[in-house]
């Protein structure tokens, strides 16, 4: 059961337009939620986090977006630049248990078009 | 100067071989853990472990030993190894209990042939 899903496996965007990743969730017991980008060969890097209690969190170039009635998450890259190729994984843990367990996506790819 | 690292970085091996993969964070990190990413880039957790003890154990077959040494290294044991075992497995570290941003090393990517 993937309680994680990222439907667009794939998504191009033109240098200097905005980029909107998007992220869904089965578990109502998520409660923080985050962003990695991943380059080839290369472990995942946290880019932004979003707590349940926000609904939006903004650092530089990239915004989370919760949308906990939808349990939808998304993420926004504005300007995008060719640099921010890469693949975008969404996680979700629930931390009430006190164990942080994260539960990702399959990853979408994002090219960014010079 | 690495954060997280681990060795090898690829693993070529035959069926029914037993196999290590060392982690080593210089973070000075409390929290451990190794994922799997399967060929349709699942990342999947398959245990944490905090100041050397194990916290979370997903369904992994128990040919899968994780082994925490101190709280600086979690190495990762797979006995008899099938073709399904090939996968990109990556450890992680997490700092204090206030923080979710986990550190990811490289990826070791296993073929088992």
């Known amino acids: 059961d993937q309680q994680v899903k990222q439907n667009s496996p794939s998504l191009s965007v033109q240098e200097g337009r905005i980029s909107i990743l998007n992220c869904d969730y089965t578990?109502?017991?998520?409660?923080?939620f985050l962003w990695y980008k991943k380059y080839p060969a290369e472990g995942p890097t946290f880019l932004i986090s979003?707590?349940?209690?926000?609904d939006k969190n903004e650092d530089g170039r990239f915004t989370v977006f919760l949308n906990k009635s939808a349990k939808h998450l998304s993420l926004h890259i504005v300007p995008s630049q060719p640099g921010d190729s890469a693949v975008y994984f969404c996680?979700?843990?629930?931390?009430?248990?006190?164990?942080?367990?994260?539960?990702f996506g399959t990853g979408t790819r994002l090219k960014v078009l010079a | 100067d690495t954060a997280v690292s681990q060795t090898p970085k690829y693993l070529v091996t035959q069926m029914g071989n037993d196999k290590s993969i060392k982690c080593e964070q210089n973070l000075g990190h409390d929290t451990m853990y190794w994922y799997k990413q399967d060929s349709k880039k699942f990342l999947k957790i398959m245990f944490s472990y905090n100041n050397k003890e194990l916290i979370i154990n997903e369904t992994v077959p128990n040919r899968f030993s994780p082994k925490s040494p101190d709280k600086a290294h979690l190495n990762l044991h797979i006995n008899s190894l099938e073709l399904g075992d090939s996968a990109v497995y990556f450890c992680a570290s997490r700092g204090d209990r206030a923080s979710h941003e986990q550190y990811f090393g490289p990826g070791t990517r296993l073929t088992v042939t």
């Open positions: 578990n109502s017991m998520f409660d923080y």
């Open positions: 979003i707590s349940s209690i926000k």
């Open positions: 996680a979700a843990s629930g931390t009430t248990s006190g164990t942080y367990k994260y539960i």
